[in-house]
């Protein structure tokens, strides 16, 4: 095997655990979803107790070949009920206070501590995840790899670069509020605008490698015409160009099911899961499928009782962890439905998301995760 490399794809908005991994032998989950519900004889049993929702066909076999875990009842005390509070904790591993360094971007400072490649982590999506976010830390996020890049419009690859490295210049040297150049390097605006300057460079350097990817990529496999599915075909362009990628990072959205969630969920999930067949096919055709590690998660999950059309937000959500070197099964008990077992109405949290970050970051990436996940948190046997 070699280096092994990590892809991480989030569910945003809040991903329904009880309609994803159905307890169907538990009869509180139909008194509980008198609508939003997968009735018996469609859910995918896994075994007496629980199948996948029938929108993850495509996703089921990783399970019965034994390259699936699934993590029940992730999350964190004193849950938090806002999508933008509770992404934050899991992008940064601080529940009780706000922080903007993520917990990718220490994993990739770890991984390449000098900087020497640009794309250690490849982000495919608009804008940058706070998870990968931090000082120093060049991170390549891409919206499509086939026009990735600053400055583009410019057709003349020395043109392009020539302007680069004049606002390169500029923010090296830039002027501070008295129109005086900094001082020193010491100086807060200094080392920001270096910091600009360094960016943007890093960022077309990044951009020029990447856009090769394309020319070195044999289309073996047909994906499907999804926006995840396109955004796990580039993670495969770049990761079979050989460029020295150990993280990727994207997301699939519209897990906020408030109303019409039957349909919606079963689309998002049928998305996901045949994008995420496409990918791995596409990695084992070009035999490269055995150095990498997808985890799946979302930043909470939902209700237990329905509210007639959807469900509201929760707190106990589910995890996954696919691959050719993944151990097979459930991790963590499955959440209680019992009222008295409940918070608010939520499922309570069984497995610490740090627990499943401190298992990916020593088993998988063999790096220390305690400064990463701030704290030692118990290991999972999923690797």
Same mark, same amino acid.
């Given at each position: 095997?070699?280096?092994?490399?990590?892809?991480?794809?989030?569910?945003?908005?809040?991903?329904?655990?009880?309609?994803?991994?159905?307890?169907?032998?538990?009869?509180?989950?139909?008194?509980?979803?008198?609508?939003?519900?997968?009735?018996?004889?469609?859910?995918?049993?896994?075994?007496?107790?629980?199948?996948?929702?029938?929108?993850?066909?495509?996703?089921?076999?990783?399970?019965?070949?034994?390259?699936?875990?699934?993590?029940?009842?992730?999350?964190?005390?004193?849950?938090?009920?806002?999508?933008?509070?509770?992404?934050?904790?899991?992008?940064?591993?601080?529940?009780?206070?706000? *922080?903007? !360094?993520?917990?990718?971007? =220490?994993?990739?400072?770890?991984?390449? @501590?000098? %900087?020497? &490649?640009?794309?250690?982590?490849?982000?495919?999506?608009?804008?940058?995840?706070?998870?990968?976010?931090?000082?120093?830390?060049?991170?390549?996020?891409?919206?499509?790899?086939?026009?990735?890049?600053?400055?583009?419009?410019?057709?003349?690859?020395?043109?392009?670069?020539?302007?680069?490295?004049?606002?390169?210049?500029?923010?090296?040297?830039?002027?501070?509020?008295?129109?005086?150049?900094?001082?020193?390097?010491?100086?807060?605006?200094?080392?920001?605008?270096?910091?600009?300057?360094?960016?943007?460079?890093?960022?077309?350097?990044?951009?020029?490698?990447?856009?090769? *990817?394309? !020319?070195?990529?044999?289309? =073996?496999?047909?994906?499907?015409?999804? @926006?995840? %599915?396109? &955004?796990?075909?580039?993670?495969?362009?770049?990761?079979?160009?050989?460029?020295?990628?150990?993280?990727?990072?994207?997301?699939?959205?519209?897990?906020?099911?408030?109303?019409?969630?039957?349909?919606?969920?079963?689309?998002?999930?049928?998305?996901?899961?045949?994008?995420?067949?496409?990918?791995?096919?596409?990695?084992?055709?070009?035999?490269?499928?055995?150095?990498?590690?997808?985890?799946?998660?979302?930043?909470?999950?939902?209700?237990?009782?329905?509210?007639?059309?959807?469900?509201?937000?929760?707190?106990?959500?589910?995890?996954?962890?696919?691959?050719?070197?993944?151990?097979?099964?459930?991790?963590?008990?499955?959440?209680?439905?019992?009222?008295?077992?409940?918070?608010?109405?939520?499922?309570?949290?069984?497995?610490?998301?740090?627990?499943?970050?401190?298992?990916?970051?020593?088993?998988?990436?063999?790096?220390?995760?305690?400064?990463?996940?701030?704290?030692?948190?118990?290991?999972?046997?999923?690797?």
């Amino acid at each position: 095997m070699t280096q092994p490399t990590l892809v991480v794809l989030q569910l945003t908005g809040g991903n329904d655990m009880l309609n994803t991994v159905v307890p169907y032998g538990d009869p509180l989950y139909y008194d509980n979803r008198r609508t939003v519900r997968i009735p018996e004889d469609q859910v995918l049993h896994i075994d007496n107790r629980y199948g996948f929702n029938p929108a993850m066909r495509a996703i089921k076999p990783f399970w019965d070949e034994g390259k699936m875990a699934i993590i029940n009842g992730v999350g964190y005390p004193n849950p938090n009920y806002s999508h933008f509070r509770s992404m934050d904790i899991w992008y940064t591993c601080e529940p009780d206070k706000i *922080a903007t !360094d993520g917990w990718l971007g =220490r994993a990739v400072r770890e991984i390449d @501590p000098k %900087a020497d &490649n640009v794309l250690t982590a490849v982000n495919f999506g608009r804008g940058l995840p706070r998870a990968l976010s931090l000082s120093g830390v060049p991170v390549a996020s891409v919206a499509q790899l086939d026009s990735y890049g600053l400055l583009t419009s410019m057709s003349s690859v020395p043109q392009r670069q020539s302007a680069l490295e004049v606002f390169s210049c500029l923010y090296a040297d830039g002027w501070n509020d008295q129109g005086q150049l900094p001082t020193s390097e010491d100086e807060p605006l200094g080392e920001v605008l270096r910091y600009m300057g360094q960016t943007g460079l890093d960022a077309q350097m990044g951009a020029d490698i990447l856009r090769t *990817a394309l !020319d070195k990529y044999e289309a =073996r496999v047909q994906y499907p015409n999804s @926006p995840i %599915a396109a &955004n796990l075909k580039g993670i495969a362009q770049v990761k079979l160009a050989g460029f020295g990628t150990r993280v990727f990072y994207t997301s699939h959205g519209g897990f906020d099911t408030h109303a019409s969630q039957v349909p919606t969920h079963a689309k998002l999930w049928q998305e996901v899961s045949e994008g995420v067949a496409a990918f791995f096919e596409d990695l084992r055709v070009h035999e490269a499928a055995d150095d990498v590690l997808m985890l799946i998660w979302s930043e909470f999950g939902r209700r237990v009782k329905d509210n007639g059309a959807g469900t509201d937000h929760g707190a106990g959500s589910v995890a996954f962890l696919l691959g050719e070197h993944v151990k097979g099964g459930m991790y963590g008990e499955y959440p209680s439905l019992k009222q008295e077992n409940l918070t608010l109405g939520n499922l309570k949290y069984n497995v610490d998301f740090r627990s499943t970050y401190t298992t990916i970051l020593e088993r998988w990436m063999k790096i220390d995760a305690a400064p990463i996940v701030n704290g030692r948190f118990e290991e999972l046997a999923l690797v």
